[in-house]
């Protein structure tokens, strides 16, 4: 059983960063693959970015050169570094963990965090 919360959002304006944390519990953190969504309310579940046993990473096309995953599996966390923000960027974001092979499908992930809303005004 893993338990994820996450931390660090906020309202920003246009250009400007933020860092969200996800805490994990559970001694094998360092197996899952780890995954960031986000969702606006009335669509679907979005993948962000996504971080694999070996810190292969892989990004949605949306935030790619602006988002950095990374993790810290000896605090059993991991961290979306979100630079250049855009309104759009504006949503919910869940932080998920995933033993299966792949990382952007949303049904494929075990394990959720409850989101953090991150807010950017123009």
């Known amino acids: 059983q893993v338990q994820l919360v996450e931390s660090g959002g906020g309202l920003v304006q246009a250009g400007g960063s933020l860092r969200l944390s996800c805490a994990a519990s559970?001694?094998?953190?360092?197996?899952?693959?780890m995954g960031w969504f986000r969702r606006v309310p009335g669509k679907e579940r979005e993948f962000v970015a996504a971080i694999k046993l070996g810190d292969s990473t892989y990004y949605a096309d949306s935030v790619k050169g602006r988002f950095t995953i990374s993790r810290d599996n000896a605090k059993n966390t991991v961290y979306l570094q979100m630079n250049s923000l855009k309104p759009e960027d504006t949503a919910a974001y869940y932080c998920?963990?995933?033993?299966?092979?792949?990382?952007?499908?949303?049904?494929?992930?075990?394990?959720w965090g409850q989101g953090t809303q991150v807010t950017v005004s123009s």
């Open positions: 998920a963990a995933r033993s299966s092979a792949g990382y952007s499908n949303p049904n494929r992930y075990n394990y």
């Open positions: 559970g001694r094998t953190f360092s197996t899952y693959t």
